[in-house]
């Protein structure tokens, strides 16, 4: 990659056309995902995502082994990943130099006892509440990265996943 193509670690002119090339399949438009889970033992699970591993675990006052985050940090910490790229995208698109980027993320469930089966008409168990926070030191004016962090608040497929109507489709298959 040349000095003068990169912008923040991107290779903005090969990204570009590969966006450019994405941009001409329709059925890219809905970025189609796939996971399977796999149960180890306990509250231990395996997931495998394209051709990546990662293992969920509960805490230790679940009587998990809390050896790796359980299934909402991960989704509290996809959201602050896929805030963060959001943001670099755009700062890089705008031709921004980042120098120090963090984002903080902090959660609240509205009632994870009804996941624990003791609540069981009161609320539900996801997140009700999550406060977002970008620290970011780079070559533009505040308003500026103002604005590039609320489009990627806006933009973030993961955001959007948390905030709009998902449908899911459950099936079960019994195995004798």
Not at 80 to 90: D, N, P
Request: glycine share 6%; charged share 20%; hydrophobic share 40%.
């Amino acid at each position: 990659m040349t000095a003068a193509n990169s912008v923040n670690g991107l290779d903005m002119k090969k990204f570009q056309k590969a966006v450019a090339l994405i941009a001409t399949r329709k059925a890219t438009r809905h970025a189609p995902k796939k996971a399977r889970i796999r149960w180890k033992s306990g509250f231990k699970f395996s997931a495998l995502v394209r051709n990546h591993m990662f293992t969920i675990d509960e805490p230790a006052q679940l009587t998990g082994e809390d050896e790796y985050p359980n299934s909402m940090e991960y989704v509290l910490g996809a959201l602050g990943a896929c805030l963060a790229t959001g943001f670099v995208l755009l700062a890089s698109k705008a031709n921004i130099t980042i120098h120090n980027m963090e984002v903080t993320l902090e959660s609240r469930q509205e009632n994870v006892l009804t996941f624990l089966g003791v609540e069981n008409e009161k609320g539900h168990s996801g997140f009700d509440q999550i406060s977002a926070k970008l620290y970011i030191q780079a070559d533009a004016r505040e308003d500026v990265l103002t604005k590039l962090w609320r489009d990627a608040l806006h933009t973030s497929p993961v955001g959007n996943s948390l905030v709009q109507n998902v449908v899911i489709s459950p099936e079960i298959d019994v195995i004798s």
